[in-house]
């Protein structure tokens, strides 16, 4: 049995090392989908260097090639093992990718591929990030996939921007702020480090995400306060129009 299982790693390996040698001849191209082809045809070979390949062609190159690295890395493997390291590989690329929207809405159809709503499963703690431009990517991509599942996220979020903004504005004596800025509960006792970005990060962002709700609401409320006591009211019977 030992033998049998020493056969396939090996006819494994071979096959996993011949598919990287073709693969480093076409990636030799200065055609971006010359080069992207050759991402899609390494993709169909199921090995853990195979995947670790595409990882790293996941946020390198032209977009082209990126979405091929996504596709790639939404194939479900027999081993289950391969598919976490699929979804680990494809969870770390929508930083890289913030400027590009079509590869981080790849990403996230490639992740739907391993369960329903996987992809946004990932793609909503990137919306808090605290880098303004690639919080805004990212609610903006959420935006366009237009999921019920994103509109208690987005009202949640607006309501961390802002009471972030309006502890970091509480200011004490001697022009420090009482808490200290931030939320007071989290991060310890005292309540979060000082964040005086936190004003213009909601001035920034709770518009994106006040629209990216309206967008997949077709609804329109001026506070966040209505957008919660709708939501409780109709959250449960909503369907996303």
Sequence with gaps: MTSTLLAFA????????????????AYKSKDAAVRAAAVTELAKTDHEKIIAKLEKLLVVD???VRLAAAAGLGIVRETKDHNKREMTALSKGFVPNYQE?????????????????????????????????????????????????????????????????????????????????????????????????????????????????ETITNKSFKTNAEWEAWWKKEGSDFKVP
């Design 62 to 64: 032209a977009k082209e």
């Design 101 to 213: 929207r079509a590869v981080i809405l790849a990403i996230v159809e490639a992740l739907d591929k391993f369960g329903d709503n996987v992809g946004l499963a990932f793609l909503h703690p990137n919306c808090a990030l605290p880098t303004v431009p690639v919080a805004r990517a990212m609610i903006e991509a959420v935006a366009e996939i237009r999921k019920k599942e994103s509109v208690p996220v987005l009202i949640g979020l607006i309501k961390q921007l802002e009471a972030a903004a309006r502890y970091a504005a509480n200011v004490g004596p001697g022009g420090r702020t009482v808490t200290g800025g931030g939320i007071p509960g989290t991060g310890g006792a005292g309540g979060t480090a000082g964040d005086p970005d936190a004003p213009k990060r909601a001035k920034e962002l709770v518009p994106v995400a006040t629209k990216a709700l």
């Design 10 to 25: 090996l006819l494994f390996q071979d096959d996993a090392a011949e598919a990287l040698k073709k693969f480093d001849a």
